[in-house]
């Protein structure tokens, strides 16, 4: 479903699209938007708050704050 979606959006055809880089994507977006852990987890799915911290990378801005 997946690739049907991304083919319909007309992505790029050499980035490899998979359920788990999209939902690594939102969690880092999430995580940016200074969104809390425990709504990221709600709208991701995640049973954990380590698992997104697995997921998330700080950004330079963040790192700095």
């Given at each position: 479903?997946?690739?049907?979606?991304?083919?319909?959006?007309?992505?790029?055809?050499?980035?490899?699209?998979?359920?788990?880089?999209?939902?690594?994507?939102?969690?880092?977006?999430?995580?940016?938007?200074?969104?809390?852990?425990?709504?990221?987890?709600?709208?991701?799915?995640?049973?954990?708050?380590?698992s997104i911290t697995n997921y998330s990378n700080?950004?330079?801005?963040?790192?700095?704050?």
């Amino acid at each position: 479903m997946l690739k049907a979606m991304a083919k319909d959006a007309r992505f790029l055809k050499h980035k490899r699209i998979t359920n788990h880089s999209v939902r690594k994507f939102l969690v880092q977006k999430l995580r940016n938007a200074n969104i809390p852990p425990t709504e990221t987890m709600a709208i991701t799915g995640h049973k954990n708050v380590q698992s997104i911290t697995n997921y998330s990378n700080i950004s330079v801005e963040q790192q700095q704050k």
